[in-house]
């Protein structure tokens, strides 16, 4: 049995599933939260093996019920992968207030909701491993993403404070931040302005899932210890400060 247990939240398709299957293949416990498509989490779990919980990462409570449905069924989870997120794009003079509140909660909210679950578990195993997917919009800002940047640049400051209150239990927390990586999201941008993205990118190409999960997969690991309260900037030279 692995000593370790992650949740990865927003598990089953993009990122996060390149994440859930690096882990795996390193020998962890790994459970696939998802928020949305039923079909798509069965074909994940039929083809990884891995377990997929369908909870609302935006909603407190439920985020509460599932860490302890988990915990009961696996035991406690040591590793947090916060990667749940999703985009409404619009220039702010366009932006509806609800566009605005479903991003923060799911983007930003999301990361306190599921790292309050687990944080009790880690104190009590003396271990934890929490990684915040952010975003370089986060960083470098993005028109039409007001939203977006907001809830992407507060998992940062979000992931900074954790890993001060951690670190006398040995949790650490740090940030990841990709570029624009082929994913789903990805995909639902207009050909003409991915054509104009790829462009500001200076290895010229879009990132690979796997090249995210490798870079969560040194921060979770146990001789780790020593990164806490990090960004990872994995861009392709996009943003570089």
Not at 144 to 159: E, H, S, W
Request: hydrophobic share 40%; charged share 20%; with cysteine.
């Amino acid at each position: 049995m692995p000593r370790h247990r992650a949740i990865v939240t927003g598990g089953t398709r993009g990122i996060g599933r390149g994440i859930c299957e690096v882990l795996k293949s390193e020998g962890y416990e790994v459970i696939a939260g998802y928020g949305g498509n039923d079909e798509v989490a069965a074909n994940f779990s039929r083809e990884t093996q891995i377990p997929a919980r369908k909870w609302d990462v935006s909603d407190h409570q439920a985020c509460q019920d599932a860490v302890a449905e988990i915990t009961a069924e696996y035991g406690p989870a040591t590793i947090l992968i916060n990667n749940a997120g999703i985009t409404r794009d619009a220039p702010i003079k366009r932006l509806s207030y609800e566009d605005w509140m479903s991003v923060i909660q799911t983007n930003l909210t999301s990361v306190f909701n599921m790292s309050k679950a687990v944080w009790n578990g880690m104190v009590a195993e003396n271990f934890g491993r929490i990684v915040n997917i952010s975003s370089v919009n986060g960083q470098a800002g993005q028109y039409g993403q007001v939203n977006y940047c907001a809830a992407k640049a507060g998992v940062i400051g979000m992931t900074k404070a954790l890993a001060l209150e951690g670190a006398r239990h040995n949790i650490t927390a740090n940030t990841v931040a990709p570029g624009y990586v082929a994913t789903d999201m990805v995909a639902a941008v207009p050909e003409r302005v991915l054509e104009k993205i790829i462009t500001t990118v200076p290895v010229g190409r879009l990132g690979d899932p796997a090249e995210i999960a490798r870079a969560v997969h040194f921060l979770v690991r146990d001789d780790s210890n020593f990164v806490t309260g990090s960004t990872v900037s994995i861009n392709g030279g996009q943003h570089m400060y």
